[in-house]
């Protein structure tokens, strides 16, 4: 059996499903799942985590994903830092018709479709522009909407500004017991994130030895435990410091035993250090007050 099959249908008088959620971040479950519709995921704004096929993430000042069918992915607003506001769109291939994509005009977006199997993010002047065309879809008629899909379909497929998230190989399978082993490995993690890593404790969780456990999560997640670990800690610390936390407090409380470590893992994984991304805060937080 795989992965939780989720069924979604389209809106009403639509060929397609707009969604427009705008909720916070800590209600979001790890919801592994999969379903026969493409989707495009653009995230407003924030940091959270991004896991489509094996490949585990996560993404900065929002996000633009397209996910191909029967993809594995999970909800982009678990682990989110902020409040959690998303766009999305689900359609099957054939939502316009059965050959529709088959038109020579269509050749650049049915490639398009074919690269989405891997999970397509897309960054730059790119995420920009389709996300503030995405931003104004809900207020176009359907006609509008879809039309303005179409083009959007066009501008993803000649750019340039994309990165495959998974290749061929590394794709994963995920079927019933994986997905429960899985969620109870997240869990772990979640509650024990702030003490050190006990590799035999998060094994003997997932019923293998740790030798095993090692290699499994290594194929299944495409990181090692530790990484994983890591990550986990350094978004938890984002938090935090968002708080105006001290950076030692945090350091800490997020489960590492000294702040010179932190601070290489946390610019090893957010491209700057503790003290750059405090600041970052800091000058955010006045800018929102002024505007008030």
């Given at each position: ?54 490949h585990l993430s996560y993404y900065e000042d929002g ?187 945090v350091c800490f409380d997020c489960g590492f035993s ?35």
């Amino acid at each position: 059996m795989k992965t939780p099959f989720e069924k979604i249908q389209p809106d009403e008088g639509s060929s397609f499903r707009l969604l427009h959620l705008k909720i916070s971040s800590n209600i979001f479950p790890w919801n592994y799942h999969y379903h026969p519709e493409y989707e495009m995921v653009f995230v407003h704004y924030g940091t959270g985590r991004r896991h489509v096929g094996n490949h585990l993430s996560y993404y900065e000042d929002g996000d633009l994903v397209l996910i191909g069918a029967n993809l594995p992915h999970a909800g982009f607003g678990y682990d989110a830092l902020d409040e959690h506001e998303e766009t999305v769109i689900q359609f099957k291939e054939d939502f316009l018709g059965e050959n529709f994509f088959d038109k020579p005009e269509m050749a650049a977006i049915k490639t398009l479709f074919e690269r989405s199997q891997h999970g397509i993010h897309f960054f730059g002047q790119t995420k920009k522009m389709v996300g503030n065309r995405l931003k104004k879809m809900p207020q176009l008629s359907h006609f509008g909407r879809m039309i303005e899909l179409l083009s959007i379909f066009q501008m993803l497929a000649n750019s340039e500004e994309y990165v495959l998230l998974n290749v061929a190989d590394t794709r994963y399978d995920f079927n019933q017991k994986d997905q429960a082993r899985i969620k109870r490995i997240y869990e772990y993690v979640e509650q024990s994130y702030h003490i050190p890593i006990n590799i035999k404790e998060v094994a003997d969780i997932a019923h293998l030895t740790v030798p095993s456990f090692c290699n499994y999560f290594k194929k299944v997640m495409n990181m090692t435990y530790t990484d994983f670990v890591n990550e986990y800690r350094i978004n938890q610390a984002c938090k935090l410091l968002m708080l105006e936390k001290s950076i030692t407090d945090v350091c800490f409380d997020c489960g590492f035993s000294n702040v010179s470590y932190f601070s290489k893992v946390f610019k090893q994984i957010k491209g700057k250090s503790p003290m750059q991304f405090k600041n970052l805060v800091l000058r955010r937080n006045d800018s929102v007050l002024r505007k008030k």
